[in-house]
């Protein structure tokens, strides 16, 4: 780690849907780039919660006030400021969710419609970026040569994998997955960890898992949050073999969780 | 112990055997319906009797001015109701914030849906006819009628709309979508097999609804056709015929039933027959609709 | 093949202020208000009924007593010597409502029982669409089938029915509202969950048991606002007795005789000429807000049991 170039940080971030309850509180956070980075606890410990900050999905679900900040680097803008519109912030962050879930069109079409939303019309780019998305993805050999027929045909698996070709799309500067193979059989899990330390050298990765073994196998960085706090935050390697908190060690010994 | 069994047991068949006695009553009268009906009006069916106007003599009467008048009737109130009603879902499931006035248009709806239909031909009267001087035409019927399936068209267009999972939602605002977008790109087109199936049945309620129009004065003697739409000569378009008057269907069989000559009667049956082939065709239609595309999209 | 950010996917955030984000900001508001715009209209609609309705009928008052409306055995406003006995009226409605009923509520009810209870979901996935088929039916079928089928059939049995009769208008009527009530009955029943059937078959209950002592109890709220439902059908209804029930108003609960309903009073009045104003005119809207004054009570009393059901489901 000679380098460790910050693609976006948590400024002592607090956010809650009233304002009485903080269902995250003080959260300090950088995310290296071309990394990928954990988010492990317990349920309800925020870690969901926290990621969806980071692509403004809690504005959707009415008035929310967040505290703190996130910037997004190079451009170092904080995107929770209410001056930056979030589907702005949405274009330049992806997500994949913890369900696959593919829109009820052709694969082509589930892939092309973030270029579509962005105004790009040149057929001829959308059919690259189309093919390229789903190599990247893993799932061009499968799918190449039925690409106008419908999503909603694909296995879970493969539908995983499209969500993410659809994100990858977009180039985002920075990919959310949340718990994104809690829905998978342990193959089609196996395929997207693999999957994961390809796409770290084209983007940043932020994931929330529930999955220890997962962080570990994958994550470069993880971060251990508890009842709305971040415990403890470094390298997996750290986090897995010699955590400083008490409560990290117990947790991934499994005295509870 | 036994005994207490084969009680159950028997309770059970016997049970059984009423309920489907209770359904099989309701389908038999149905059936009965349009048996008694087909059998008394299928002799009066022929090219003529679709191609005739009304007439004092009953074996020369026939439903042209109906059907067309039905027909024009229809489509006024379609082009009301459905983007009204297709508009208002929408704002009420996809952007309406949870408020007062939300709360308001909801049971204001509801209200409405059970408001009986002759009230609407009250208020139209008073309205359409009398207030807008729009007299007992075309538009008057088909605004009145429009206002009438209005609330069928925003209950099943949220009740559509409401079978998309968030998920789907989600990840189009995740790609960086605006809320239009979202509507216009996925929730509309997700949506469309339960507010087409909707559309079709509340316009099947509009074809064969008589009380609202016979308030507003619709005419049961018609013996000519509205104005064309379209001329030969300049400006080619003409809107006349909103403003001409009208017969529909169910108001012409109305007009036969209540006649007290027999051979009126069959002329009431027949028209029936076709108003109810209309009918039903409409809503087999609809059930259609319904399963091709609940095949299409499993969530 | 990676192709470069140029292609216009890249920007940076762009400043409250500037055009692209403004005109973006407007066009979705523009939206949204046409949309709002849209869904108010319906509370105008509402407005227009109640207030036409009022201002039309308000008048009558000015020439009528509420003593005469609500206590006169006739009426007849448009005789020489008018009466306006509201109550012959009402008395037409309630018989009606009430025989169609009596028929349409224990019908309605153990069809909904038999579909949910004793049916499987791929008979019931048929059965269901055929059923609602019913309420499909144009109402003025039903007074043709009412007058000139149910009567005949009627006046077999009944030597002295009269051709115009609240009995088979009645009847008729019931089975036409049979599927509002099964429909929603059959939901409402569909609605409680597998485990209280199980719970009470379980204890070696028969499914009959269970339905009668299990699942209804537990879907009354939403099985008494199909019935409540029900009955403003009823009421509202205009064309079959308009044809089949007569148009004599009458102050008797006599089915096997003629009478007039609220609806049909209208449905009559409005077939002669109809000058704004007249004594006529303004009856049928006397006539219409009772009318609504009614089915409104039922509509709250059914949005009341609703909304109460809603919460407990919370």
Redesign the interface.
């Known amino acids: 780690m000679v380098e460790k170039l910050k693609k976006a940080e948590v400024l002592n971030l607090s956010f809650g849907y009233s304002p009485a309850v903080k269902v995250i509180r003080s959260i300090n956070l950088p995310i290296y780039q071309n990394k990928v980075a954990a988010l492990i606890g317990p349920s309800g410990c925020g870690k969901s919660t926290l990621l969806r900050c980071f ?1 403004r ?1 809690h504005d ?1 679900y ?1 008035q929310v006030k967040y505290e703190g900040e996130i910037k997004l680097y190079p ?1 170092s ?1 904080n ?1 929770l400021s209410t ?3 979030p ?2 912030v ?3 962050v ?2 994949v ?1 913890q ?1 696959p ?4 069109k052709s694969i082509f079409e589930n892939i092309a ?3 579509r ?4 019309k ?1 057929r001829s ?1 959308i059919d ?2 189309v ?2 998305s789903l ?1 990247k993805a893993g799932l061009w050999g499968e799918v190449s040569a039925r690409l106008h027929t419908s999503a ?1 045909a694909l296995s879970g698996g493969q539908q995983q994998r499209l ?1 993410i070709a ?2 990858l799309a ?2 985002p500067d920075l990919l959310l997955l949340d718990e994104p193979t809690s829905a998978l059989d342990p193959i089609s899990t196996a395929h997207i960890e693999e999957l994961l330390a390809e796409l770290k050298k ?1 983007v940043t990765i932020l994931m929330v898992t529930h999955n220890l073994h997962q962080a570990a196998r994958t994550a470069d960085y993880t971060a251990f949050m508890y009842l709305g706090d971040l415990i403890e935050f470094g390298e997996s390697d750290q986090i897995f073999t010699n955590p400083k908190e008490q409560r990290t060690e117990n947790y991934i010994t499994g005295r509870f969780g | 112990m036994q005994k207490q069994v084969e009680r159950l047991k028997r309770q059970d068949a016997v049970f059984w055997l009423v309920g489907l006695g209770s359904l099989l009553f309701a389908l038999i009268t149905l059936l009965s319906l349009i048996v008694d009906m087909a059998m008394t009006g299928w002799p009066r069916i022929s090219a003529a009797f679709f191609m005739s106007f009304a007439s004092r003599f009953p074996e020369k009467a026939g439903i042209y001015s109906a059907w067309v008048g039905s027909l024009t009737v229809v489509m006024v109130t379609a082009m009301l109701a459905i983007p009204l009603g297709v508009a208002t879902g929408i704002y009420l499931e996809e952007y309406a914030g949870k408020n007062w006035l939300t709360k308001l248009i909801e049971i204001n709806i509801l209200n409405l849906a059970g408001i009986p239909s002759i009230t609407y031909g009250l208020m139209a009267l008073g309205i359409f006819v009398y207030h807008f001087q729009l007299g007992q035409s075309i538009i008057t019927a088909g605004l009145t009628l429009g206002l009438l399936i209005l609330p069928i068209i925003i209950v099943t267009t949220r009740e559509a709309i409401r079978t998309i999972p968030s998920h789907i939602r989600e990840a189009c605002y995740a790609l960086g979508s605006t809320k239009w977008q979202t509507v216009w790109n996925h929730i509309l087109p997700y949506s469309s097999g339960g507010i087409l199936t909707g559309v079709v049945i509340a316009l099947s309620r509009a074809i064969g609804e008589t009380a609202p129009l016979l308030t507003v004065g619709a005419l049961t003697f018609i013996a000519f056709l509205p104005t064309p739409p379209v001329m030969a000569e300049p400006p080619f378009v003409s809107f006349q015929w909103l403003l001409d008057p009208y017969t529909v269907m169910p108001i012409q069989m109305f007009n036969w039933v209540s006649r007290p000559q027999e051979e009126f009667h069959v002329n009431a049956a027949a028209a029936g027959l076709v108003l109810l082939t209309m009918t039903l065709l409409l809503n087999a239609t609809a059930i259609y609709i319904r399963y091709r595309f609940r095949r299409k999209y499993k969530w | 093949m990676r192709k470069g950010v140029s292609e216009g996917v890249k920007e940076g955030f762009s400043d409250p202020k500037s055009f692209k984000r403004r005109v973006r900001e407007v066009k979705e508001l523009l939206i949204k208000s046409m949309l709002f715009c849209c869904a108010a209209s319906s509370v105008l609609i509402t407005f227009g009924v109640v207030w036409t309705l009022l201002k039309e009928a308000l008048p009558f008052f000015q020439e009528v007593s509420l003593r005469q409306f609500l206590f006169d055995s006739e009426w007849t406003p448009l005789f020489e010597d008018p009466k306006y006995g509201i109550m012959t009226l009402v008395s037409g409605t309630v018989l009606t409502t009430a025989i169609a009923l009596s028929v349409a509520i224990p019908l309605g009810t153990i069809t909904a029982v038999f579909l949910s209870e004793y049916c499987s979901a791929r008979v019931r996935e048929v059965l269901k669409p055929v059923l609602e088929l019913l309420a499909a039916v144009p109402t003025v079928v039903y007074g043709y089938f009412a007058l000139l089928f149910i009567t005949p059939l009627l006046q077999k049995i009944f030597p002295d029915l009269s051709s115009f009769n609240a009995l088979s208008a009645g009847l008729v009527m019931g089975v036409m509202i049979i599927p509002y009530i099964s429909s929603l009955t059959e939901d409402a029943m569909r609605a409680v969950p597998v485990y209280l059937r199980e719970g009470s078959l379980a204890l070696g209950a028969s499914n009959f048991q269970t339905s009668f002592k299990v699942v209804i109890p537990s879907a009354f709220s939403g099985i008494a606002s199909a019935y409540v439902l029900g009955i403003s059908r009823a009421l509202g209804e205009t064309m079959v007795v308009a044809i089949a029930a007569g148009l004599q108003p009458r102050l008797s609960f006599n089915p096997l005789e003629s009478t007039e309903t609220l609806t049909a009073y209208i449905v009559q009045v409005s077939m002669g000429d109809l000058p704004q104003g007249s004594i006529g005119y303004k009856t049928i809207y006397v006539a219409g807000s009772v009318l609504l004054l009614f089915t409104l009570i039922f509509n709250l009393i059914g949005q009341r049991i609703r909304s109460r059901v809603e919460k407990k489901a919370k």
Request: aromatic share 10%; charged share 35%; proline share 5%.
């Open positions: 692509n999905m959707l009415g451009e803008v995107i001056t930056v519109d589907i702005e949405r274009m330049k992806g997500m969710f369900k879930n593919p829109f009820p419609y973030g270029l939303v962005r105004g790009i040149k780019y690259d970026k093919e390229d190599k909603a969500c659809r994100a977009t180039e084209s």
